[in-house]
């Protein structure tokens, strides 16, 4: 979850990692990365993936490059079809997810000028409008749904027939993904203005989980908006980090990573190997991932039951990483020194063995002054991810294009 580098916001999130042994079938799966963090509980895991695999990876070529028309940092795909949502102009994009073709640009919606990332849910894309507003369109490029709302910059969750949206003021809401109808809406109990980030759904569809901006993490019925618990954490920036949310435990970053009881939200363990600027967490099976980037940058897996490391890596930082059987991807850029002489050299994704940090292989930018931009994808046998182009085009702005990437034949 990225916003543009000219709106000034940056915001990142790591993803989960699967350990034990992974073999790529012949034929893809076909399975769908519905919203930021793949599902509605951000883990960030892909477990249908059988393609793309560890013997591979180090073996991606080039499936296609498409110019989009303004900035987009994170893709989902659904249906085949990979949707984007501008951070600049409001526009949402339909690509082909094989051939790289335009299905549809969609203009502005309501009465939005940027957008947050997209969720697909009930055959619609939904997404978060900047000036105010929630918005849905149906997978053909209809606007058909304008919800009035707050400043919704966070990526909406879908899952279990809701929407859910957190706002610039402390605001949660819950919208019905058939209708569009608001189910509820609360002030989280700290207050706003700020940032907070995506909520996260429990597997059962009973709770909904943020980190709400003032340093605390609140946990929140889903059919009645009434908040369960608030729990304390620290100073440092869990308004920036969206809870992952795994079985009885969640995971969650401000000076450090916590594991916390999801029943009680008690701090059952907290890990300081990773400080300064520390990516959200996710999580899948026994293992938990964080990035830093600051005063200790690196790639970190800890121990989801009692958070004690099990490997480091203090050469990769940057964008968060995703997993596909059990493969890490990391864009692994020092995003402090984008503009600099030196920070076109630092970016590519790394692609790592996700139970032992090993590398597998690395892909660079395309061009000179390329450098990735967001989230990676890995789904159905391809790797999706976004370059933004530093170099400026007049009216035409910075070039966004997305690339896609398969092993080679």
Same mark, same amino acid.
């Given at each position: ?16 990692? @699967? ?16 919203? $930021? ?5 951000? !883990? ?9 695999? &560890? +013997? ?7 499936? /296609? ?35 790289? +073709? ?17 969720? /697909?849910?009930?055959? &619609? ?55 569009? +109808?608001?189910? $509820? ?10 940032? @907070? ?6 597997? %059962? ?16 019925n889903a ?25 009885s435990m ?18 059952? $363990?907290?890990?300081?190997? *990773? ?28 121990? #989801? ?5 099990? $490997? %480091? ?8 990483p995703t ?10 850029? %020092?995003?402090?020194? *984008?503009?600099?002489?030196? #920070? ?7 692609? *790592? ?16 002054? %390329? ?10 046998? &391809? ?16 070039? !966004? ?9």
């Open positions: 979850m990225r916003f543009p580098l000219a709106a000034g916001v940056a915001a990142s999130v790591a993803m989960s990692v @699967i350990g034990g042994s992974h073999t790529a079938s012949a034929a893809p799966s076909s399975t769908d990365w519905t919203q $930021w963090g793949f599902n509605a509980q951000h !883990t960030g895991d892909n477990p249908a993936e059988t393609v793309l695999a &560890r +013997a591979n990876v180090g073996h991606l070529v080039s499936a /296609f490059s498409t110019r989009l028309n303004d900035t987009y940092p994170d893709p989902i795909v659904a249906g085949g079809v990979v949707y984007l949502s501008s951070s600049g102009s409001g526009h949402v994009e339909a690509i082909n997810g094989a051939t790289g +073709a335009v299905n549809w640009r969609a203009t502005p919606v309501c009465a939005g000028q940027q957008t947050s990332d997209p969720a /697909f849910a009930n055959g &619609r894309i939904w997404i978060g409008l900047e000036d105010p507003g929630v918005a849905a369109i149906s997978a053909n490029g209809n606007k058909v749904i304008c919800a009035e709302s707050s400043l919704v910059q966070s990526p909406p969750s879908a899952g279990h027939g809701s929407v859910y949206t957190s706002d610039e003021f402390g605001g949660l809401e819950a919208y019905n993904a058939a209708t569009g +109808a608001l189910r $509820w809406s609360i002030d989280l109990p700290q207050g706003g203005p700020y940032y @907070i980030g995506s909520p996260a759904v429990s597997a %059962d569809g009973s709770a909904v989980f943020i980190g709400d901006g003032t340093d605390y993490v609140d946990k929140v059919a009645t908006g009434a908040v369960i618990w608030s729990r304390y954490l620290d100073a440092c920036d869990v308004d920036n980090s969206t809870v992952a949310v795994s079985g969640l995971f969650v970053t401000g000076c450090g990573v916590y594991g916390l009881s999801a029943a009680t939200g008690s701090i059952v $363990w907290r890990e300081s190997a *990773l400080t300064g600027d520390v990516s959200a967490p996710a999580v899948a099976g026994s293992l938990v991932y964080a990035a830093g980037e600051g005063a200790t940058p690196g790639l970190a897996a800890f121990n #989801a039951s009692n958070g004690s490391l099990v $490997w %480091d890596d203090l050469e990769y930082q940057g964008e968060a997993i596909a059987n059990g493969v890490l991807y990391v864009d692994d850029a %020092d995003y402090t020194t *984008l503009g600099t002489a030196n #920070a076109y050299a630092l970016n590519e994704i790394a692609m *790592l063995n996700s139970s032992t940090g090993a590398l597998l292989g690395v892909l660079s930018p395309p061009h000179s002054n %390329d450098v990735f931009y967001g989230a990676v994808i890995p789904v159905d046998g &391809r790797v999706y991810a976004c370059t933004y182009n530093t170099h400026y085009e007049g009216g035409f702005g910075y070039p !966004t294009s997305l690339r896609a990437y398969e092993p080679r034949s």
